[in-house]
């Protein structure tokens, strides 16, 4: 059976240089048409004549035309007869080479829900199909409006779209597209409660993920323009009883922010039996020592939470405060964020969404993963508070423009992704247009802020549910904005 794979990723779409001419990439968008034709097809010399066609010599090489051709029918096995919808070819610019990848929109014969075939192409001449790369569910393929994101046509589209979300995917959630401190758009739909009894409202805090790692990357800067500490400061400065101590001499800050130093990752089947437990930002600091390192500071960049939970536990020890408490003093407080902060998930803070996952009977509660937030994630907020948090930033409210410019400058580029990272910022460009913000995502979590400095326009959404439909809103919105077609 052909397995389908659901791609997430904790943040946005791909950079689309646009580097091929018009007649070139609509040549290979024709690939889609001449795919989706032979999984529906049941002759052999079809078939074959197909692999012949669209796939690259390298590939018929590698795999021998023969199984190639047996890719069809085993897909269509897979899907069953396909309803083809478009393809878009989308061109990853990554630093001196460039990757090249179709999507081909098509959905099975009486389903709702439709696939996204991620065809990789040969990045040189005659740009023919190297292999199948995954293949996503998707809410919608969607043909997008051209006007501004300010223009009232495309606000008029993007409501009846979240309306279609609404009723066809049962999604839930928060929006906000702000042009300066002026909100374009703003929309909550659905239900905050497995038990739908609570509609989302302006006022309905949501979980950030990992997008409280942007406030822990601003208390080290603030305390950085105080001088009160160093980037490039040994963490061994800080961490004395850290378990290998010439590791921690020659990892930084600077590793820290930008995942570049090399620990590894704490959150194991280990803590998740213990993340209950968890008060505190010393209580974590066991579970990373625990796990150790991988790779020496500054040779690889790798992802890591581990590495925010140390900038938190430094944020303590050189403010004197606690971390919860320094977060509210210097962030959230200055700029009136008054439905952000670290809340216990036990009830007794009010207009909370409950993360939530489907089920044959709708929607349920999923566990929560840990009691609360850490500087690493799991804060909470709402698209109010977060559009003053944009605003704060672009006004140097919270760290002077020189230091948002090093913090949103890239230190290093995410592996298998996109994705460039700065300090707590992630970089991206879409359609050449370039953000800064961050994603969280986890089981019933989904968040993301991006903002774009070139039109001071900031994009917000929040979404409680596991929910395909959120990350085709995301990234639509995104192109919306961004002009990315």
Excluded at 93 to 116: I, T
Excluded at 150 to 172: C, E, G, K, Q
Excluded at 267 to 290: G, S
């Amino acid at each position: 059976m052909f397995k389908v794979f659901i791609f997430i990723l904790f943040s946005s779409a791909a950079i689309s240089a646009q580097m091929l001419p018009k007649s070139e990439r609509e040549r290979i968008e024709d690939y889609g048409t001449v795919f989706v034709e032979a999984i529906n097809s049941q002759n052999d010399e079809l078939h074959t004549k197909t692999v012949i066609d669209i796939f690259s010599q390298a590939s018929i090489k590698n795999d021998g035309a023969s199984k190639l051709t047996t890719l069809f029918p085993r897909m269509r096995e897979a899907f069953g007869e396909l309803e083809y919808h478009h393809s878009d070819l989308v061109e990853f610019n990554l630093g001196g080479s460039v990757s090249l990848v179709l999507h081909v929109y098509a959905r099975s014969k009486g389903e709702k829900g439709w696939k996204d075939f991620q065809l990789r192409i040969e990045k040189d001449q005659p740009h023919r199909i190297e292999k199948i790369a995954f293949v996503a569910d998707v809410a919608e393929p969607v043909s997008l409006p051209n006007n501004e994101i300010s223009d009232p046509n495309t606000l008029s589209w993007l409501n009846r779209y979240i309306d279609n979300l609404v009723a066809n995917n049962d999604l839930s959630g928060s929006i906000l597209i702000a042009r300066g401190d002026e909100p374009l758009y703003q929309r909550e739909f659905g239900f905050s409660d497995a038990k739908r009894t609570k509609m989302i409202d302006p006022e309905t805090r949501f979980n950030l993920g990992s997008g409280n790692k942007m406030f822990t990357a601003i208390a080290i800067a603030q305390l950085a323009e105080k001088g009160k500490l160093t980037y490039f400061d040994p963490i061994s400065k800080y961490f004395p009883d850290f378990p290998d101590p010439e590791f921690a001499k020659k990892a930084t800050i600077h590793n820290l922010l930008s995942h570049t130093s090399g620990i590894n990752e704490y959150w194991t089947e280990d803590f998740d039996k213990n993340a209950k437990e968890i008060r505190n930002i010393d209580q974590m600091l066991p579970w990373v020592y625990k796990v150790g390192t991988d790779f020496e500071p500054g040779t690889k960049a790798r992802y890591c939470n581990s590495n925010f939970i140390l900038a938190g536990s430094i944020v303590e020890k050189v403010s004197g405060m606690d971390y919860y408490e320094y977060v509210l003093k210097h962030i959230a407080n200055p700029l009136n964020m008054n439905s952000t902060g670290f809340y216990l998930r036990d009830g007794s803070t009010p207009n909370m969404a409950e993360p939530l996952r489907k089920v044959e009977t709708g929607w349920e509660r999923t566990e929560d993963k840990g009691s609360r937030g850490t500087s690493a994630g799991g804060g909470y907020s709402t698209a109010r508070d977060i559009l003053k948090f944009a605003r704060g930033l672009a006004g140097g409210k919270l760290v002077i423009k020189s230091t948002l410019e090093l913090m949103t400058t890239s230190k290093t580029r995410i592996p298998g992704s996109d994705l460039d990272y700065g300090y707590g910022f992630l970089l991206n460009a879409h359609g050449g247009v370039s953000s800064y913000g961050h994603g969280g995502i986890t089981s019933g979590v989904n968040f993301e802020f991006r903002y774009f400095p070139g039109d001071d326009t900031s994009l917000i959404i929040f979404n409680n549910q596991d929910n395909g439909a959120y990350d085709d809103l995301r990234k639509n919105v995104t192109k919306l904005i961004s002009g990315e077609r």
